[in-house]
């Protein structure tokens, strides 16, 4: 690293950098290396497609991602050896993460990329239903906890349709 901060800072002389903060970037505008007056700095790796891939710092943290051919974030590694992955539909939802300290989670989707159903490690779940416009009308919870508000049906008989009409029930007609 020591190789890579010096080589860093000939170019920052080089290019008359006497101003802290500053940051380096890659031609498509990535910061890839940045330092305070403190001395305290970051540095990022990119891959072709602009996703980071690599991060590090002058406390010694880092981690390292990768991704899936549609630029999903599939694997986190970090410094301390904890990680995650993910895993995802063919519209980039996530439906699966979990992580080194054993949490998980399982996500469903409708057809309009709606979230519909949601499960966690401790063993919550919840239930979620759209109207046509994409709002959530339904809500339902693990612990019992229900929020319904979904348009409600009532069937009337004859006599009730006749009377909120003002008419005789004879005299409505019923089409087959």
Known sequence: MEKLKHKIMTIAQRLKIKEFPFEIKDSKGKVIYSEDSDGDWCKSDYDSKGNEIYYEDSDGYWCKKEYDSNGNQIYTEYSDGD??????????????????????????????????????????????????????????????????????????????????????VKQLKIKK
């Open 83 to 168: 990680w995650c992955k993910q895993e995802y539909d063919s519209n980039g939802n996530e439906i699966y993460f979990e992580s080194s300290d054993g949490d998980w989670s399982k996500h469903e989707y409708d057809s309009k990329g709606n979230e519909i159903y949601t499960e966690y490690s401790n063993g919550d779940w919840f239930k979620y239903e759209y109207d046509s416009n994409g709002n959530k009308i339904y809500y339902e919870h693990s612990s019992g906890y229900i929020r319904d508000n979904r348009p409600k049906q009532k069937e009337f008989t004859m006599d009730e349709v006749a009377k909120a009409l003002g008419i005789n």
